[in-house]
């Protein structure tokens, strides 16, 4: 295993190469200044104590999502997990994966996290609850459910981008 790691740690931190006439980019240690140009205002944003302190608050509705996730998925939540539809376990198992990674880098306060939990949020629920939304209402009060958790949804991302707005 030393060996693999290793290896590993040597392609993630070896400089740039030129193969045939054409230059290979560096593939060095991820920063989160690397990748956009906004992440550095980001990291400062998180940084500022308000912000700092709704991402934690942020991280911990997660973990409760994740663990509303884990208890579908354990047939604790009144339907038997195998009794519901494919595409309801695959967002169970999506959501469980998303909740958690994004729960983690908030608190860290890792700059890449907002852009993990806006695309996350509006790509793996407003997305699949407002264009599928039929195949995730089986009894007359799932609909109320739906649009409570996307008004929550919506009410903590708007809470978010004014906070990274207003670098409070």
């Not at 009794?83 to 909740?99: E, H, S």
């Amino acid at each position: 295993m030393g060996a693999i790691a290793s290896t590993l740690l040597f392609c993630l931190t070896s400089p740039a190469k030129t193969v045939g006439g054409l230059s290979l980019p560096a593939i060095g240690p991820v920063t989160t200044r690397s990748f956009y140009p906004m992440n550095e205002a980001f990291d400062s944003a998180l940084q500022q104590p308000w912000t700092a302190v709704y991402t934690k608050i942020m991280a911990l509705v997660l973990l409760y999502g994740a663990t509303v996730h884990i208890g579908n998925i354990a047939g604790l939540t009144g339907t038997p997990w195998l009794a519901t539809p494919l595409l309801w376990r695959g967002m169970d198992v999506t959501l469980l994966i998303f909740d958690v990674t994004a729960a983690i880098a908030l608190w860290r306060g890792l700059a890449w996290s907002v852009w993990w939990v806006f695309g996350g949020i509006i790509l793996l629920q407003f997305v699949p609850y407002t264009l599928f939304r039929s195949q995730f209402i089986l009894k007359p009060e799932d609909a109320q459910t739906l649009n409570g958790l996307l008004g929550t949804e919506a009410l903590l991302l708007g809470v978010l981008a004014l906070l990274l707005w207003l670098r409070k």
